[in-house]
Nanobody
Framework: QVLLVESGGGSVQAGGSLRLSCAAS????????MAWFRQVHGKQREGVAGLDIDGTTTYSNSVKGRFTISKDGGNNTLYLQMNNLKPEDTAVYYC?????????????????????WGKGTLVTIFS
């Protein structure tokens, strides 16, 4: 059974940093396309960062240059380092996995067809 558990959310002042973690069980990151999504209540879910099996990364324009997606295969953990946070980054953040390469996926991460999802962790940025 695949299980994804996010952690690391919290409240920080604008300009600050947070690092989200996603611990996985039931599969290995090396064989999965991974991604981070976020959602504000009442709005559509947004894909913000993706990590392919070969290490290729993809970012939405809204976070490019500020967020970094990475993984620790030894701990089977996915990370999202978020710097220079803005109030508009406030959302519930989810990690997701797909047991295929995301090589052929669209440039818009929001359209990636992920099979497995965590329950999310809340990030609140105050000005």
């Amino acid at each position: 059974q695949v299980l994804l558990v996010e952690s690391g959310g919290g409240s920080v002042q604008a300009g600050g940093s947070l690092r989200l973690s996603c611990a996985a069980s039931g599969f290995v990151y090396e064989k999965n396309c991974m991604a981070w999504f976020r959602q504000v209540h009442g709005k559509q879910r947004e894909g913000v960062a993706g990590l392919d099996i070969d290490g290729t990364t993809t970012y939405s324009n809204s976070v490019k240059g500020r967020f970094t997606i990475s993984k620790d295969g030894g701990n089977n953990t996915l990370y999202l380092q978020m710097n220079n946070l803005k109030p508009e980054d406030t959302a519930v953040y989810y990690c997701a996995a797909e047991p295929l390469s995301c090589f052929r996926y669209p440039a818009d991460i929001s359209r990636w067809p992920m099979d497995y999802w965590g329950k999310g962790t809340l990030v609140t940025i105050f000005s």
